[in-house]
């Protein structure tokens, strides 16, 4: 009985593991494409995720398909794997006019209304109230669906995470916190952030906190689907301190040599790839051969909707003054007749 | 004085420098200025010659930073913080209009607030939305508040000094576009420029142009590029704005054009144009125009339609020139 039960999971969790990784493998080669792409003046500007796979990756295996994401600049790999296409974000990076948002915000800001990611603003962690209030319209109309809302380390230090913390306790929202804590805000170590454990900050709210390890996909994945599951079942929010690592500078912009030794290498034994690798093998889902295939295909996809993407004409220039409101002013229409 | 060909960063870290070596009060904090040296590398070096108690790497929250410098303000100290861009500063209004601006009117004068709060803003760096705000009327709405904004690197140092030299909170407004824009000879020692005076960068007849930060410099290529007889003047400050300089070259001119970035609605050329026409309705030939950027966010990829430029600084100045 048992035994067939868990067989039944192997069989249901191979599927599912896989696919994970392979959402983890075509975000990072992504990553370095518009990174080297960048370097080559072919992008404006853009905040690698590299190292932040895994725990994205972790939670959105634990999100069903009408759970709403608050999240931030660098959650690349969970858009991916909740089957955001490829092009969305590309083309975002691009600013092109194939661009869900016509190329009005910077590269790294995403919007997928599609598949509930919100579009996203630069202003550290203001992301967290809003997302407490999306948690309330769910639990308003009586959905059977969550709020995941993602932010960085830095972002514990401002009001905004004070707020929607303690909202989402008071109002007992199906609302899950995920710290993705890389380490870093920009130059700033999370030690220099805050002196305790991210994790502790939960007990000041009266809501769960725990420590999650970021960077193996699979003990993330359990994490998350229990603090989802509370969530889902009436029981308040939960604060997941996800411990990462941040393995390329903030962003294009950002010179980390100015104030830190880069101790996490891609391809070493701390890279949440290699750990999901040795995950699927020691579990005997996967061999180096279905691995390779994986990478390969990945960097394929990559290569093509790259550069299909970047044949994408710019917005028509009349798009960066529309959605002001919903209908344009007169003051807009005057200033717009003058400009164009 | 020796001096030194410096760039408007380079320029703004010797200011902070000289105040630095001169007064112990002085303080810097905010997020990213130390080790990193700041992200336009303002504050680059400071923390290394100055020491950790002097130079702050604050954790991320703006409110918090603004309100700790009016807390040190308050009690003695001349802190200079710094907001990484000035899009931020939103999350620190509380503290800037209903601390900051009124410590000294609420306390009956017996406390005040002297710090200079650098910030850089504005467009043309392909920040979008959240990384190229204009908004300066916010402050120069506010009483209590001192505005000020430069234009060239020899400016940025000259005011900053005369800033934290003051008695008053200064919002000091850096336009990140001419961070690195040009080079000009600027006195590696202390310098003052004063607050509350404008510049005439150059002097004509025909019309004004009012503007000020980063304007300036298109303003001037559009005047010079087309031979415009021009009186061009940079306000440096908006709070208090300087009346006599505006008002002595309309009496001259009777026509005015005024450039700023921000956009239209409730930008602070409202406001000047107001106070023309209350003062001197009488000097006018033609309507004042402004030419701005529009009421909307700012575009990232279609940034260039944002920003004012030649061709329609040059349609306002001829309309004015053209009235009767
Ligand atoms: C309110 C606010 N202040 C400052 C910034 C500039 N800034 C952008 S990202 C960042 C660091 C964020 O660090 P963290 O929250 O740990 O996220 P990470 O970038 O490490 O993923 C800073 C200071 C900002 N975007 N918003
Ligand atoms: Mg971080």
């Given amino acids: 009985m048992e035994q067939q039960q868990k067989k039944e999971s192997k069989q249901s969790e191979k599927p599912q593991y ?20 960048q370097r080559q003046g072919r992008v404006g500007f853009y905040t690698p995720t590299m190292g932040q796979e895994a725990l994205q990756v972790g939670v959105s295996m634990a999100l069903e398909k009408e759970d709403l994401v608050y999240g931030y600049y660098r959650d690349v790999p969970m858009m991916l794997h909740r089957g955001v296409p490829i092009e969305t974000i590309i083309n975002q990076i691009m600013g092109n006019s194939a661009d869900t948002a016509k190329g009005r915000q910077m590269p790294s800001h995403y919007t997928s209304k599609a598949l509930h990611f919100m579009s996203v603003q630069s202003p550290v962690a203001s992301n967290l109230p809003l997302a407490a209030g999306a948690a309330y319209a769910l639990k308003y109309r009586q959905k059977k669906n969550v709020v995941v809302t993602t932010f960085g380390d830095g972002a514990t230090s401002t009001p905004d995470f004070h707020a929607g913390m303690n909202l989402a306790a008071v109002f007992k929202l199906p609302l899950v916190f995920v710290c993705e804590n890389n380490g870093w805000a920009i130059s700033l170590p999370v030690e220099r952030q805050t002196p305790v454990e991210i994790s502790l900050k939960a007990s000041a709210y ?7 390890d970021g960077m193996n996909f699979v003990e993330m994945y359990k994490v998350a689907r229990a603090a989802i599951q509370d969530a889902r079942a009436g029981k308040g929010p939960t604060l997941i301190d996800a411990l990462s690592y941040r393995m390329g500078p903030h962003s294009t912009s950002d010179d980390p040599t100015k104030y830190r030794k880069d101790d996490v290498k891609e391809g070493s034994e701390k890279d949440p790839l290699v750990i999901g690798e040795k995950l699927l093998i020691s579990m005997d889902y996967a061999d180096d051969k279905l691995l390779e295939k994986i990478r390969n295909e990945a960097v394929k996809t990559v290569d093509e909707r790259f550069d299909a993407c970047e044949k994408i004409p710019p917005p028509d220039p009349i798009t960066a003054f529309q959605d002001v409101y919903k209908n344009m002013t007169w003051m807009l229409e005057e200033e717009v007749k003058d400009i164009l | 004085m020796t001096s030194k060909t410096m760039n408007m960063v380079q320029a703004l870290n010797s200011g902070l420098d000289n105040l630095m070596a001169a007064d112990d009060r002085i303080i810097l904090l905010g997020e990213d200025i130390g080790t990193d040296g700041g992200v336009f590398r303002v504050t680059d070096g400071l923390l290394a010659k100055y020491g950790a108690e002097r130079v702050l790497d604050t ?3 703006e ?3 603004v309100g700790m410098a009016i807390g040190m303000a308050v009690q003695g100290l001349r802190p200079i913080p710094e907001i990484q861009f000035q899009d931020f500063i939103y999350t620190a209004m509380d503290q800037i209009i209903n601390q900051m601006a009124k410590i000294r009117y609420r306390s009956g004068g017996e406390y005040e607030c002297p710090m200079v709060l650098r910030t850089p803003y504005g467009a043309g760096v392909k920040g979008g939305l959240y990384h190229s ?8 709405h506010t009483a209590g508040l001192t505005v000020v904004t430069p234009s060239s690197p020899y400016d940025a140092k000259g005011l900053l000094i005369s800033a934290s030299k003051g008695e008053d909170p200064v919002i000091f407004l850096e336009p990140k576009r001419l961070y690195r824009a040009g080079k000009q000879e600027v006195p590696e020692d202390i310098y003052k420029i004063p607050i509350g005076k404008a510049e005439l960068v150059q002097s004509g007849d025909d019309v004004t142009i009012i503007t000020y930060g980063a304007m300036v410099p298109t303003v001037m290529d559009t005047v010079k590029k087309n031979n415009l007889n021009a009186d061009v003047l940079d306000l440096r400050t908006l709070v208090p704005v300087d009346k006599d300089a505006i008002m002595l070259s309309v009496q001259k001119t009777g026509r005015v054009v005024i450039v700023h970035e921000a956009p239209r609605t409730g930008g602070f050329g409202g406001e000047i144009s107001a106070m023309i026409t209350e003062r001197g309705i009488d000097f006018l030939y033609a309507p004042i125009l402004r030419v701005t950027g529009p009421d909307s966010p700012i575009p990232y990829r279609m940034e260039e339609y944002y920003v004012p430029n030649e061709r329609r600084i040059l349609n306002a100045v001829r309309k004015v020139l053209e009235s009767a």
Avoid: C, H, N, W
């Fill in chain 1, 206 to 212: 009266g809501m769960p906190g725990v420590k999650a």
């Fill in chain 2, 133 to 140: 705000q204009s908004g300066e009327s916010y402050f120069a």
């Fill in chain 1, 18 to 37: 896989i696919r994970a990784y392979a959402a983890m493998v075509l975000s990072r080669t992504l990553d370095k494409k518009i990174v080297s792409a």
């Fill in chain 2, 63 to 65: 409110v918090g930073i």
């Fill in chain 2, 59 to 61: 954790p991320l929250v």
